[in-house]
């Protein structure tokens, strides 16, 4: 299992250029995530999917767009690329899990790529 | 208010040194509990995951949970530099996406 892609690893963008960031998963979530992490701001959630064809904003959506279009899959995309959306962005999945002891409660391992590092001049 | 604070860091110990990281939060209703890893570079990774109060042991890795004052710990006995990382304690809300704030940053020093 190759778990959680992301590609490109890195890229450099003009202000304005727009681009597409794939994420590709092989173990079957329902769910997938888009968060940025810049220095002294943590994970922020930009948008999220519960299930294919299904789409939902987060904490910082502004300027981004995404689809889920398979299930395996999640794209987010810069249409007019600005300096401020510099930063490191992570794709995650996940899938509700149930925890052994109490079958009626669930939680939420999310499950990280390895992140595009995006420089937007 | 954020539904979870933590520790800001960054921390700096010896190797062989017990580091303490945590984080409070504020809503009772919150039932699991998560410390994530993540190295410099890369993705974060799940550590450990705790339900309600009590202990978990992984190696060298302890979580405690302790619903009374709202406090979560992760202890690392044994510190190893390979250890150095950011460490977070997202709000585990159900299925909702969790939510991380900015992690503690450890460093041990060989």
């Known amino acids: 299992n190759a778990g959680v892609t992301q590609t490109p690893k890195f890229r450099v963008l003009k202000t304005g250029q727009s681009m597409t960031l794939l994420c590709a998963q092989d173990m079957n979530h329902e769910y997938m995530y888009w968060y940025r992490q810049d220095p002294g701001m943590g994970l922020r959630l930009i948008h999220y999917?519960?299930?294919?064809?299904?789409?939902a904003k987060g904490e910082v959506p502004d300027g981004y767009n995404v689809s889920r279009l398979k299930k395996q899959n999640f794209l987010l995309g810069l249409e007019s690329a600005a300096p401020s959306q510099t930063s490191v962005y992570f794709c995650a999945s996940s899938s509700p899990t149930s925890a052994p002891y109490q079958q009626l409660k669930t939680y939420n391992e999310q499950f990280f790529g390895p992140g595009t590092r995006l420089t937007v001049l | 208010q954020k539904e979870v604070e933590q520790d800001p860091g960054p921390l700096s110990v010896p190797e062989g040194a017990i580091v303490s990281l945590n984080c409070t939060y504020s809503n009772s209703a919150f039932q699991y509990f998560m410390w994530y890893r993540q190295y410099s570079r890369k993705g974060p990774e799940l550590l450990m995951y705790t339900y309600s109060s009590g202990n978990k042991e992984d190696g060298r890795f302890t979580a405690q949970v302790d619903k009374s004052s709202k406090y979560i710990s992760l202890f690392i006995r044994d510190s190893q530099p390979s250890d150095s990382a950011t460490y977070l304690c997202p709000r585990v809300d159900g299925n909702t996406p969790l939510v991380f704030g900015k992690g503690t940053r450890l460093s041990v020093i060989a």
């Open positions: 999917s519960v299930g294919e064809g299904t789409t």
